[in-house]
């Protein structure tokens, strides 16, 4: 349920508010609209009747029942974008488009911050690097973990990027979040529901790619177990899912862009490196991906790609990612955005 406050709500009334949700089971989350602020009544559903009832409290403007299964995800409960914070200066979901850039692994201390320098000078706005890897074979590499997020670190001392780099298992949190400023959950850990449960009681933004199997409402419902667990600050990725279609690694839903916008207020970005699997195809999805409206890019970048631990073919070399950014800022200004 949504409860509507009132627009001058005293504090005495908004606890009574908060405090009855509370004492029905229910979950209080409060979210600031520009028009107005809400409360969304998150629970199992039982003494439904008693939160209708609420509309009689003197703080409370109206109830309304979200009728979706993504509750707090919903454009139900807040019609407006959200913004998410990264730093005081990089926030995903505004008029700014933000790209994402870094190779696949963090792989050496020279390979990281080379990188980071050249993605920055292009007009990255951000630095992603794998430290701890979901690889399809346990015999590939699984990364540098701790001493990858060092060195991201390290890069970040540099550059003044921002980090973003994955979390595999719950038991990582404490020591990821030492080093990151956002975390990522990849598409192999969608559905991995303790791992969703955990990044959602830290204080980090979470980037949730899509899972190759999931459906667009599926992915919204993961979102949905963050946004429950305490954090609102989710940014959505589409990385390509799996079709019958085998010339590319995965087929780039490009389309969930605008559907996800009439289903959510979350920030939708693409990721053209997974979703295509060729450093060939990367350019022309990122122009795609900014056309159709999505809030930003997550690129793999690597400066030798030949010698890459992990996806060196969809991997840019930093030229060719200049190159893709200075392309890129014509289609930003056509849809309105700033690079
Ligand atoms: C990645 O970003 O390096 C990654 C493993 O992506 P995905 O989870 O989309 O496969
Ligand atoms: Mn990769």
């Known amino acids: ?10 504090q005495k009334d908004f606890q009574e508010v908060k405090d009855t949700i509370e004492s029905l089971g229910y979950q209080a989350h409060i979210i600031k609209g520009e028009e107005k602020t809400v409360i ?6 039982r003494g439904k009747d008693k ?14 029942p979200i009728l979706k299964p993504y509750k707090l995800a919903s454009l139900e409960v807040k019609p407006e974008k959200s913004i998410i914070p990264v730093t005081s200066k990089v926030k995903v979901g505004g008029n700014e488009i933000i790209v994402m850039a870094g190779p696949c692994s963090v792989e050496s201390e020279e390979q990281i911050i080379e990188t980071a320098i050249a993605v920055k000078k292009a007009g990255a706005a951000m630095l992603r690097g794998g430290a701890f890897k979901p690889r399809t074979s346990p015999y590939s590499f699984q990364g540098m973990e701790e001493e990858g997020l060092i060195l991201l670190q390290k890069a970040k001392q ?18 990821i979040c030492k080093y990151t400023d956002v975390l990522q959950v990849g598409a192999r850990n969608i559905q991995n529901f303790a791992l969703l449960k955990a990044v959602g009681k830290s204080d980090k933004p979470v980037l949730l790619k899509r899972g190759m199997m999931t459906t667009i409402e599926e992915f919204l419902m993961s979102a949905e177990y963050i946004i429950s667990s305490g954090n609102p600050n989710v940014i959505l990725c589409e990385r390509g899912i799996r079709t019958f279609e085998t010339a590319t690694r995965n087929t780039l839903d490009i389309s969930c862009i605008p559907v996800l916008r009439q289903m959510t207020h979350l920030p939708v970005i693409i990721d053209p490196s997974h979703a295509t699997g060729h450093w060939r195809y990367v350019e022309s999805m990122a122009n795609a991906s900014i056309a159709a409206g999505a809030d930003g890019l997550m690129v793999e970048v690597h400066p030798h790609p030949d010698q890459a631990e992990s996806d060196g073919l969809q ?24 690079l």
């Open 1 to 10: 349920m949504i409860i509507v406050l009132k627009k001058n709500i005293s």
């Open 40 to 45: 969304g009544a998150v629970g199992s559903g």
């Open 51 to 64: 939160l209708q009832a609420m509309e009689n409290l003197p703080g409370v403007e109206n109830v309304v």
């Open 158 to 175: 540099e550059t003044g990027l921002p980090i973003v780099t994955e979390i595999l298992n719950p038991s990582d949190l404490d020591l």
């Open 315 to 338: 991997s840019l070399k930093p030229k060719k990612f200049e190159r893709m950014m200075k392309n890129l800022s014509r289609f930003a200004e056509a849809a309105g955005r700033t």
